[in-house]
């Protein structure tokens, strides 16, 4: 049986809370239909972008349980299922596929720094485990384990993990896993600090793995499609270039702060980030929000801008913080997805 293969745009949506912190399961009905509409191959659900690490298990569970409700044709949801230890995951797994999930996402649990052979042993019994196609998140900046080529060579022979999603900073290593002609998406966040988008779709690889597509589905679609013809390559390279001010803007603080705050204030179903966590406001949301608007998506997607987020409380109660991640940007100790 050949493996299932994901195309063009991977976007990691926000998990949406109501006012009252709870998860908002509507507001998920909205989201994953906003994103069918535009363009988007496939759905991450709980990832780093949607604060999986600060919801519990039992809202794990419901998220799961109710968003599959949600499923559309052609566009599979995926989940991240990754808990603090290779038993905890396999069962979180079995929750999502018995729940009637596409697929999930793991990283190396966090905190632990995992050895490599021990990074390698945890995902492929997981995979073993699991019902469901496995996709394995190379993510060193937010885990501390960073896969080398032949370790993800090696577990793209597994029958059950079907993407490999790059968050290192080689694009070196993008083209020894393509070389390699492996069974297996090969895709990458949109840090652009990272500089992998273009290696890996110039490469030939199959999409990216993005939050950017929370607000500019449309355009991370033809970012993510796999070049086929001269006219590929040229609608990848006009539309990175000018969509390139929100990638950098989304990546200007920890994920998911900055997509997130600008989320909410374009009037999609956001709410608050969950503490600690605090919303971005004031000027630098302002600077996303201009960002939207210089690039004609608030007409685009008819999005309802909130202006009571632009007052400067928080950022003057924080001076410094933006200055640090710029530093940590500049370093290449950027955030990633």
Same mark, same amino acid.
């Given at each position: 049986?050949?493996?299932?293969?994901?195309?063009?745009?991977?976007?990691?949506?926000?998990?949406?809370?109501?006012?009252?912190?709870? =998860?908002?399961?509507?507001?998920?009905?909205?989201?994953?239909?906003?994103?069918? *509409?535009?363009?988007?191959?496939?759905?991450? /659900?709980?990832?780093?972008?949607?604060?999986?690490?600060?919801?519990?298990?039992?809202?794990?569970?419901?998220?799961?349980?109710?968003? #599959?409700?949600?499923?559309?044709?052609?566009?599979?949801?995926?989940?991240? !299922?990754?808990?603090?230890?290779?038993?905890?995951?396999?069962?979180?797994?079995?929750?999502?596929?018995?729940?009637?999930?596409?697929?999930?996402? @793991?990283?190396?649990?966090?905190?632990?720094?995992?050895?490599?052979?021990?990074?390698?042993?945890?995902?492929?019994? #997981?995979?073993?485990?699991?019902?469901? $196609?496995?996709? &394995?998140?190379?993510?060193? *900046?937010?885990?501390?384990?960073?896969?080398?080529?032949?370790? /993800? /060579?090696?577990?793209?022979?597994? $029958?059950? &993990?079907? /993407?490999?999603?790059?968050?290192?900073?080689?694009?070196?290593? &993008?083209?020894?896993?393509?070389?390699?002609?492996?069974? @297996?998406?090969?895709? !990458?966040?949109?840090?652009?600090?990272? +500089?992998?988008?273009?290696? *890996?779709?110039?490469?030939?690889?199959?999409?990216?793995?993005?939050?950017?597509?929370?607000?500019?589905?449309?355009?991370?679609?033809? &970012?993510?499609?796999?070049?086929?013809?001269?006219?590929?390559?040229?609608?990848?390279?006009?539309?990175?270039?000018?969509?390139?001010?929100?990638?950098?803007?989304?990546?200007?603080? *920890?994920?998911?702060?900055? #997509?997130?705050?600008?989320?909410?204030?374009?009037?999609?179903?956001? +709410?608050?980030?969950?503490?600690?966590?605090?919303?971005?406001?004031?000027?630098?949301?302002?600077?996303?929000?201009?960002?939207?608007?210089?690039?004609?998506? =608030?007409?685009?997607?008819?999005?309802?801008?909130?202006?009571?987020?632009?007052?400067?409380?928080?950022?003057?109660?924080? $001076?410094?913080?933006?200055?640090?991640?710029?530093?940590?940007?500049?370093?290449?100790? !950027?955030?990633?997805?």
């Amino acid at each position: 049986m050949s493996k299932m293969i994901i195309r063009g745009s991977f976007v990691a949506i926000i998990t949406p809370f109501k006012n009252d912190g709870a =998860v908002d399961i509507e507001g998920f009905r909205r989201l994953i239909e906003f994103q069918a *509409v535009n363009g988007t191959s496939a759905l991450l /659900i709980m990832g780093s972008t949607g604060e999986v690490s600060l919801l519990s298990v039992q809202e794990r569970h419901e998220v799961i349980a109710e968003t #599959v409700a949600f499923k559309k044709p052609g566009m599979p949801l995926f989940y991240g !299922c990754t808990c603090n230890n290779t038993h905890e995951t396999i069962r979180m797994v079995e929750y999502a596929a018995k729940a009637g999930a596409d697929g999930a996402i @793991i990283t190396v649990p966090s905190y632990i720094y995992a050895p490599i052979d021990a990074a390698l042993r945890y995902f492929l019994e #997981v995979a073993d485990a699991s019902p469901i $196609p496995v996709g &394995i998140y190379n993510n060193p *900046v937010r885990v501390g384990t960073d896969l080398p080529a032949d370790a /993800i /060579i090696e577990l793209a022979d597994h $029958p059950n &993990i079907v /993407i490999d999603k790059e968050a290192m900073a080689r694009p070196g290593q &993008i083209a020894q896993i393509l070389a390699a002609q492996k069974d @297996i998406s090969v895709m !990458c966040c949109d840090s652009p600090n990272l +500089g992998l988008v273009p290696a *890996v779709m110039s490469l030939g690889g199959h999409g990216t793995a993005n939050m950017s597509g929370n607000i500019a589905p449309r355009e991370m679609a033809v &970012i993510s499609k796999p070049w086929e013809t001269y006219e590929d390559a040229v609608n990848f390279r006009q539309t990175y270039l000018k969509l390139l001010p929100l990638i950098q803007f989304n990546y200007s603080r *920890v994920n998911p702060v900055p #997509v997130k705050s600008l989320a909410r204030a374009l009037g999609l179903p956001a +709410g608050n980030l969950r503490k600690p966590y605090l919303n971005m406001d004031g000027s630098a949301l302002g600077r996303g929000v201009e960002i939207v608007k210089n690039l004609g998506l =608030v007409e685009q997607y008819g999005f309802q801008i909130s202006e009571e987020d632009f007052s400067d409380q928080n950022e003057a109660a924080l $001076p410094n913080t933006s200055a640090a991640y710029q530093a940590q940007m500049e370093s290449g100790k !950027c955030f990633i997805s």
